[in-house]
């Protein structure tokens, strides 16, 4: 089953957008959008994409410099694959200087997006499954400040997890899990930081990167779960 990658277009240039749209349907990618600095660091604020299609030549006059920069310092999309395409050569080095992956001259030409986008590809999956979420209803032990709770998980990423905590910590706070991988003996102990927090409902928490023992554990829990749901 081919996975279904989430993608970002962030353009004011209807053709471009036209273009870069009509190479992703042919790979049953159905894209977001954006037309501004302002929404594109909305989006990537609250949500995990596989890949973003940034052009640099409209961007560049409204901070397009400091948007790639934002995106590389988030939590979620660091180390998105960033495709920069622009018809000013100034602009696409200072993109590829300030963490574009990929640069792409304009106009935006078919081939040269499936070009480029065959070059990324296997970044992009790579991305999708390190963030890949399944729905994990599990006991937690959640540690922070002076408090020890038990929370239930809503979902499970190889980087992350929801969980329902009553009276939960702010955004930024280091956090501690303990936890059990439903119908296995893996007894995962994490830290992590709290990347969001949605009121009524509980917390999104980043795990550590340095605890990457755990972490492969949960990836490969989550692909045989996966798998078998395949």
């Known amino acids: 089953m081919r996975p279904q990658l989430k993608i970002l277009v962030v353009s004011q240039d209807p053709d471009a957008v036209k273009r870069a749209s009509q190479v992703l349907l042919e790979h049953s990618i159905e894209p977001s959008y954006a037309a501004s600095a302002q929404e594109i660091e909305a989006a990537i604020e609250h949500e995990k994409f596989d890949g973003v299609f940034v052009d640099s030549s409209t961007l560049l006059r ?70 890949r979420r399944i729905p994990v209803m599990t006991s937690v032990r959640c540690r922070w400040a002076n408090k020890e709770v038990k929370a239930t998980s809503r979902n499970l990423s190889t980087g992350g997890m929801f969980v329902t905590i009553e009276d939960p910590p702010p955004p930024r706070s280091p956090i501690f899990f303990e936890f059990r991988l439903p119908g296995t003996r893996e007894h995962c102990r994490l830290k992590g930081e709290v990347v969001r927090v949605v009121e009524g409902r509980g917390v999104g928490v980043r795990f550590d990167p340095m605890d990457w023992l755990p972490q492969r554990s949960i990836h490969e829990f989550i692909e045989k779960t996966h798998s078998t749901l395949s």
């Open 62 to 131: 409204g901070g397009g410099s400091r948007l790639t920069q934002r995106l590389r310092r988030s939590q979620s999309n660091a180390k998105t694959p960033l495709i920069a395409f622009s018809e000013n050569a100034a602009c696409l080095r200072e993109a590829f200087r300030t963490g574009a992956t990929f640069i792409v001259p304009m106009p935006l030409q078919a081939e040269g997006i499936r070009k480029v986008l065959r070059a990324a590809w296997g970044a992009m999956l790579e991305e999708h499954r390190r963030y």
